[in-house]
C-alpha cells in the first residue's frame, strides 16, 4: 500500500517555473514506477511523464519534452517535477501516481494522490 500526497502548485506567470513534489508512504515506495498525469477543466486527464523505479529512464509526454523533468529520490520517498518554461496550457490539476509498470498509461497505475492545482497566468 502506497499512499500519495502532491505538494508545490500554484499561480504563476508564462515562463515561469514550479516544481512539484510528490511525497510517498510506505516502506515500498522504491519498487514502483512513478507517473505524473494532469487534468485541464473540461478536459481528460492526460499523461505528463514517468519514471522508472531506479530513476534510470524517464518518458515524457510531447507537449512537456524538454521543459519538464521527472527525478526521485528514493532515501526520501519523494518524486520531482520541475516545470520550466511554463503555458497557460500547462494550467490543470497535477497528480502523481505509483505503479508496478513504468508506463503512460494512467491504468497502469495502482495509487494515486489527490492533486495539486497549477495555474499560469499569461
Known amino acids: 500500500q502506497v499512499q500519495l500526497a502532491e505538494s508545490g502548485g500554484g499561480l504563476v506567470q508564462a515562463g515561469g517555473s514550479l516544481r512539484l513534489s510528490c511525497a510517498a508512504s510506505g516502506r515500498t515506495f522504491s519498487s514502483y514506477a512513478m507517473g505524473w498525469f494532469r487534468q485541464a477543466p473540461g478536459k481528460e486527464r492526460e499523461f505528463v511523464g514517468a519514471?522508472?523505479?531506479?530513476?534510470?529512464?524517464?518518458l515524457y509526454a510531447d507537449s512537456v519534452k524538454g521543459r519538464f523533468t521527472i527525478s526521485r529520490d528514493n532515501a526520501k520517498n519523494t518524486v520531482y517535477l520541475q516545470m520550466n518554461s511554463l503555458k497557460p496550457e500547462d494550467t490543470a490539476v497535477y497528480y502523481c501516481?505509483?505503479?508496478?509498470?513504468?508506463?503512460?498509461?494512467?491504468?497502469?497505475?495502482?495509487?494515486w494522490g489527490q492533486g495539486t492545482q497549477v495555474i499560469v497566468s499569461s
Open positions: 501516481a505509483a505503479g508496478l509498470s513504468y508506463s503512460a498509461t494512467d491504468r497502469a497505475y495502482s495509487y
Open positions: 519514471i522508472t523505479w531506479r530513476g534510470g529512464s524517464t
